[in-house]
């Protein structure tokens, strides 16, 4: 049998703008919570939007817009970890027609004047600074060095400690609170007809992938695209207007604004935000905190949580289900999230930012060995497949090849490159995914890793995954990635690179091939153990291999 497969398609396509979908769901649900963001200081209170105060809100912030005489498919840039006003602007945007751009916040001055050049950005609306970034002065640089950027909008501080917001020097700078004023000077009538005028099909949102190599590059994104995905993955987690989705994973990339905003606000939920930046503590403690149903995170966070010292005294009996996503996801952690942390209905999201993000997701109903072992089926009104990288081919069942991927959330294109889209999205609508997969015959997909992460030992091509789904068996360790380096004889040779339990070691090469010999091909023995404290990590959680390997043959001189 082919590796091919199509989602279900007996559910239709919402054809709503993002604008009017969430007037729709606010005037359904008024007063449930919309928005909760944790309180940064302790002992102070959480700020807390209804749906209706949400839509308010985002009424007066799109309306300041248009009074600023922002035009349709002009291009707002958010600079900002998660806060609820970036919720705001999400939904403020959409709704003024105005193409958000969700800029990665640990961008620094050069990769901002990059992207605020790639697509003529006109406003960027920057975080207040902090110990790490200034905002302030990175955004005025870039006012300064890009001529299309015409306004510069300084979010406020919200009273947190180690936190600046910008002050105005010049017009075209303005603090978040100015910027409301100028609602006053815009009827509602005003928005209600820029909102007719707008179609789902519009792009919508623009987002720079985090490619690890090269210039980064804009997915352009549609109404259509995102809150079709957002929307569809909701309807798979079973939410309703009861189910409160705790959001630790960044905003600016789609895991937190389309898995988590999109997917909970279609379906009348609440988003509870517990910070700027992730710590494993206070996303538990937002759980315990806010009743929250549902927990999001790349692998490696839940991996945090589960090796807190304090982890069992917190009140996780109000969870149900949630999403993990963005890299493989271990079994071993898979299998404690659904057992310990109360997840029984969690379920693995693949997918990528050119496909709005999710192209395939594990149901509740599922085997645990479907849960935990594959990232599940097509997505409804989605098409997957394998092919041979080289000849493009469709492989059959259980060959590894190259995952495409068709349908509804596939991106318009990389803004301004169609040299590159046309590198990625095939003359058939296929977006080829650059991830290596295998389908099984009952069309669910096991993820075994990137393309440009496989080893090419001796000849033999080996995928780390397989390695560090075995060393997770190992007593001693808390998380492994296995790389390639360069090797005279072989070609490559295996590093693992391991964080130890607490209290756990030493482990050497030596030993760790102890624990290998006899269960492992002799090939997959790691021949290099690098125990380390963390991983390189870019914000949105991906563990940056490539650089792992250049800093590995670095130091071993190779
Ligand atoms: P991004 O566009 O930043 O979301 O990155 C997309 C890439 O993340 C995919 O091409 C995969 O390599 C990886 N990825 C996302 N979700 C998963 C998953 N559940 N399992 C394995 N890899 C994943």
């Not at 600079?79 to 193409?99: D, F, H, M, R, V």
């Not at 780390?464 to 040779?493: C, M, N, S």
């Amino acid at each position: 049998m082919l590796a091919y497969t199509a989602g279900d398609t007996d559910v239709p396509l919402l054809e709503d703008t993002i604008g009017a979908n969430f007037e729709r769901i606010a005037a359904r649900f008024p007063y449930h919570d919309a928005l909760i963001e944790a309180a940064a200081v302790p002992g102070e209170e959480a700020r807390r939007w209804s749906y209706s105060k949400l839509n308010d809100d985002v009424d007066r912030l799109a309306r300041a817009l248009l009074a600023l005489g922002v035009a349709k498919g002009e291009r707002i840039g958010i600079w900002s970890p998660n806060c609820a006003e970036w919720t705001i602007l999400q939904y403020a945007t959409a709704k003024a027609g105005a193409i958000l751009v969700n800029v990665n916040p640990a961008y620094r001055s050069h990769e901002l004047e990059f992207v605020v050049k790639q697509n003529g950005m006109r406003m960027l609306v920057t975080a207040p600074s902090d110990r790490n970034s200034d905002y302030t002065a990175m955004g005025r640089q870039a006012l300064a060095s890009c001529p299309e950027l015409r306004e510069l909008v300084f979010l406020p501080d919200a009273g947190a400690d180690g936190l600046t917001a910008g002050e105005p020097q010049s017009k075209a700078e303005r603090t978040y609170a100015e910027l409301l004023k100028r609602a006053d000077d815009v009827g509602h009538s005003a928005l209600q007809a820029r909102m007719a005028e707008l179609d789902a099909h519009d792009p919508i949102n623009l987002q720079y992938t985090s490619g690890t190599t090269g210039f980064p590059k804009g997915a352009t994104l549609t109404h259509h695209n995102i809150l079709n995905n957002g929307y569809s993955i909701g309807e798979l987690l079973d939410y309703t207007e009861h189910d409160r989705v705790v959001i630790p994973v960044p905003f600016y990339h789609c895991f937190g604004m389309v898995i988590g905003n999109l997917a909970a606000l279609s379906h009348g939920a609440a988003t509870i935000l517990p910070g700027r930046a992730f710590t494993p503590a206070a996303a538990l403690e937002a759980v315990q905190d806010f009743g929250g149903t549902s927990l999001y995170g790349v692998p490696t966070m839940f991996i945090a949580e589960l090796a807190l010292p304090d982890f069992a005294s917190y009140d996780l009996s109000t969870l149900r289900t949630g999403v993990m996503a963005g890299s493989l996801c271990p079994i071993e952690v898979m299998n404690r999230v659904i057992t310990e942390m109360n997840m029984s209905d969690v379920a693995i999201c693949y997918g990528m930012t050119e496909t709005s993000p999710v192209s395939t997701m594990t149901r509740s109903v599922d085997t645990m060995a479907q849960r935990t072992v594959t990232v599940g089926r097509t997505m409804p009104n989605l098409e997957s497949r394998v092919v041979d990288p080289a000849t493009g081919e469709v492989l059959e069942r259980g060959a590894i090849g190259e995952l495409c991927t068709r349908g509804y959330a596939v991106m318009r294109g990389y803004w301004d490159q169609p040299d590159k889209t046309a590198e990625a999205i095939d003359a058939d609508g296929w977006m080829h995914t650059g991830d290596l997969a295998r389908m099984d015959e009952e069309g669910y997909l096991v993820i075994e890793g990137r393309i440009k992460d496989m080893v090419i030992r001796g000849g033999e091509n080996v995928y780390p995954r397989e390695i560090e789904e075995f060393l997770y068996t190992h007593p001693d360790i808390q998380d492994v990635q296995v790389i390639g380096v360069p090797d005279a004889k072989y070609g490559e040779e295996l590093m693992a690179c391991i964080i130890l339990k607490p209290g756990a070691g030493p482990l050497d090469a030596a030993s760790l091939a102890e624990f290998c010999r006899g269960k492992l091909a002799h090939y997959k023995i790691p021949r290099y153990v690098d125990v380390r404290e963390s991983f390189p990590m870019t914000v949105s959680g991906k563990i940056r291999k490539v650089d792992m390997r250049r800093e590995a043959a670095a130091r071993l001189g190779l």
